[in-house]
């Protein structure tokens, strides 16, 4: 048994509020796992600067970030992890906390009227 030859993907990192973000992944396919997936392992940096990790289990695709800070930039990346060990990270997914983002008044389009014939 060999590690995991891919990493999770769709990988996004979403802004929710001023303080809160999800990261949000799909499981790597099942033949690049090279056996069970154990679980996921999740790095999260600030400014370039690792700050915290985390061990989720297997049927993790989601991890809600609290606490964030205005003005930060957070960067998260993960990788799937076997009884054999680690496999590669994803592409490490980056987002600033800007709450003037989340205000932005909608777009209105004018109706556009149908016709039919």
Do not use: C
């Not at 001023?18 to 790597?28: D, G, M």
């Not at 003005?71 to 709450?99: D, H, Q």
């Amino acid at each position: 048994m060999t590690a995991p030859d891919n990493y999770p993907s769709s990988v996004e990192l979403k802004l929710l509020n001023s303080t809160a973000a999800v990261v949000q992944w799909r499981k790597p396919n099942t033949l690049s796992l090279n056996g069970e997936l154990t679980g996921y392992k999740v790095e999260i940096f600030t400014n370039t600067t690792l700050v915290t990790n985390f061990t989720l289990e297997p049927a993790a695709t989601s991890l809600l970030l609290n606490n964030l800070t205005t003005g930060v930039i957070y960067t998260v990346r993960l990788a799937a992890f076997n009884r054999a060990g680690m496999g590669p990270f994803s592409e490490p997914v980056s987002l600033k906390v800007e709450p003037s983002l989340l205000y932005q008044h909608p777009v209105i389009y004018p109706e556009v009227p149908i016709h039919s014939s």
